[in-house]
């Protein structure tokens, strides 16, 4: 099959420092991909340049059979395909909860107002929010605000979705509900990258580990070899921070998880 994503000799820089070097990689549809590394190693930056939030400076991008670093490309309608969801909500404070969601379907894609109602609707019930459709922002907890998140982006019908640290900034006891909204997309085969330093987690979700440090990918593995088995020096070390998680059978992380 076909890659869906693929990087190929991915170079990123910020002034005068490297902070992607040589990025190869490949997403094939349906695959759960985990990014694990220190902060600071590129992580972030390598989901911003796949909705062109970040500009690249060299290599290939290539998503759905199309280069994206060409000159001709339309970032507004890669990111309808391609949702992305923040550490941050960015929801509009002055929008109910409904408002927020149907702002894209309708103002951008140009679709039917009860279809993308309906949608919306649906989705608010499917991640437990249904009574806080005419709610603001303002009124909803961290973790209700990030799952709103999470909605809006599904409703404009992505082919990927990319989630970045999106537990950071939640209280211990919000994360574990915005973790199985992303757990039940898993379930239902949507390709997803997925920034975390929820060691649980990424076990559970996973089918690939890619490993980063310095800019550059040191590892890619299934979650079973990279937990159990680094491949490489730097990646054991990383490791021993979480030497608990990463101790732990796969069944038993799977219990862990629901213990977030």
């Not at 537990?167 to 919000?174: H, R, V």
């Not at 990383?238 to 069944?251: D, G, I």
Request: with cysteine; proline share 4%; glycine share 8%.
């Amino acid at each position: 099959m076909n890659a869906l994503i693929e990087f190929k000799g991915f170079n990123k820089f910020f002034g005068e420092q490297q902070v992607l070097n040589g990025i190869d990689l490949q997403v094939k549809t349906g695959e759960v991909i985990v990014i694990l590394g220190p902060s600071g190693c590129g992580k972030s930056t390598l989901l911003r340049c796949l909705i062109g939030l970040e500009v690249a400076h060299s290599g290939s991008l290539n998503f759905a059979g199309r280069e994206l670093l060409d000159k001709g490309t339309d970032w507004r309608e890669v990111r309808q395909q391609i949702g992305m969801v923040f550490q941050s909500y960015h929801l509009f404070p002055h929008m109910n909860v409904l408002d927020n969601l149907l702002l894209g379907p309708l103002k951008v894609q140009k679709r039917d107002r009860r279809e993308a109602r309906d949608q919306a609707e649906a989705l608010l019930a499917r991640v437990g929010l249904s009574d806080k459709r005419d709610a603001f922002p303002r009124q909803l907890s961290g973790g209700q605000q990030q799952r709103i998140a999470i909605v809006r982006s599904l409703c404009m019908n992505p082919q990927v979705m990319l989630f970045d640290e999106v537990t950071a900034a939640l209280d211990p006891e919000m994360v574990k509900e915005v973790l199985e909204v992303i757990q039940g997309l898993a379930r239902d085969g949507m390709t997803l990258l997925i920034v975390t330093h929820e060691m649980a987690f990424a076990r559970a979700v996973a089918d690939r580990i890619v490993f980063m440090d310095g800019g550059r990918i040191l590892e890619q593995n299934p979650p079973e070899i990279f937990f159990t088995n680094p491949q490489t020096a730097r990646a054991q070390q990383f490791l021993e921070k979480f030497s608990y998680v990463a101790a732990l059978p796969q069944t038993t992380q799977t219990k862990e998880l629901e213990l977030l």
